[in-house]
């Protein structure tokens, strides 16, 4: 397997291990300051700030047009999923 680029990085190892859409959005949210730059330090330390808030930052753009994307009923039972929470709204 051909090393990951930052973008698959995050896709692929802290993305996937989140469980919805909108968990994930919560959580590439957090991770950017009031200047829009996003912060995670394992993805920094691997690849260097710039190249990991790129790929944050595309991952953020991937989420919102993927929401944005999925009809509202689908979304709302991701809400109501049981065992799910909602806390990250």
């Known amino acids: 397997m051909p090393p990951l680029n930052a973008s698959e990085d995050f896709a692929r190892r802290t993305l996937s291990a ?3 859409l909108l968990p994930r959005l919560a959580y590439v949210t957090r991770l950017r300051d009031k200047s ?4 995670h330090w394992g993805l920094a ?6 190249a990991a808030s790129e790929a944050m930052l595309q991952a953020h753009k991937e989420l919102v ?3 944005l994307r999925t009809p509202l009923a689908k979304l709302m039972a991701e809400l109501d999923a049981p065992g799910e929470d909602a806390a990250f709204l």
């Not at 330390?45 to 710039?50: E, I, L, M, S, V």
Request: no cysteine; proline share 0%; aromatic share 12%.
């Open 18 to 20: 989140i469980r919805g």
């Open 36 to 39: 829009g730059t996003y912060h």
């Open 65 to 67: 047009t993927a929401i």
């Open 45 to 50: 330390r691997t690849y260097g700030a710039d």
